[in-house]
């Protein structure tokens, strides 16, 4: 498992995608700093957006390219589950995204806000961008083009955010509830306050175990099926 994770790790920095994601989201928290804003909130929720165009061009070459280059066979018959090859993927472009979003932690240097907002708001974009990799990868499994891969993932995540924004606009609430309960953004919300919120960790985590679990079932099917 280790073996697979250093190798998509090194891969990222091999080609563009991961010193581009880098410069991406270095920029945009540089761009924050400079501009000297205390609202960090918006800081991380327009970080959000970005992410959701950003992930799936992490995550678009993990399983895609595999199945491109004829090389998924020898990985699904390697000696090690097909759990652990997902989840060496999955903390391979975690670390990157991880590793970009630590320029967020020079906002405790040059902005002066809450300690628990800022905390709620590290914690949120961390379950975010997790969750986000798990669509990504699941997408990715599915086709061997990349851009296939990236612009699917980018639809998903384009609903699962657009259904919040969705029930702030249906009058009727048991619609706008059920339409909350499925929405990222708006549980989102509850740790941009400084809230933690217990049932928005139980989401993410859900989501993130779904996405996985049906990446594996994917690669079984086929692992069995070749």
Known sequence: MFAIYKRELRAYFT?????????????FSLTTILQATNDVTTYFTVLLFILMVAL????????SEERKMRTEQLLL????????????????AFTVFFGANLAYIT??????????????NII????????????GIFVSSLTENQLAAAIGTFGI????????????????YPVRYVLG?????????NFTSGFFD?????????????????????????????
Do not use: D, Q
């Open 77 to 92: 018959t390697a000696p090690v589950s097909i759990a652990k090859i997902v989840a060496a993927k999955f903390f391979a």
């Open 157 to 172: 995540l384009l609903a699962m955010l657009g259904v919040g924004l969705l029930s702030a606009v249906i009058p009727w």
């Open 181 to 189: 309960w499925f929405s990222i953004l708006t549980r989102y919300s």
């Open 56 to 63: 799936p061009v992490l995550t678009m070459k993990l399983f």
């Open 198 to 226: 217990f049932a928005a960790l139980f989401y993410y985590a859900s989501v993130c175990f779904i996405f996985l679990f049906l990446t594996c079932r994917v690669l079984e099917r086929r692992r069995y099926s070749a």
């Open 107 to 120: 906002l405790f240097i040059y902005s002066e806000p809450e300690g628990g907002i800022i905390l709620g």
């Open 15 to 27: 080609t563009a995608v991961g010193y581009v994601f880098l410069a991406v989201t270095v920029a």
């Open 124 to 135: 949120a974009i961390t379950l975010v961008g997790a969750s986000f990799i798990a669509v």
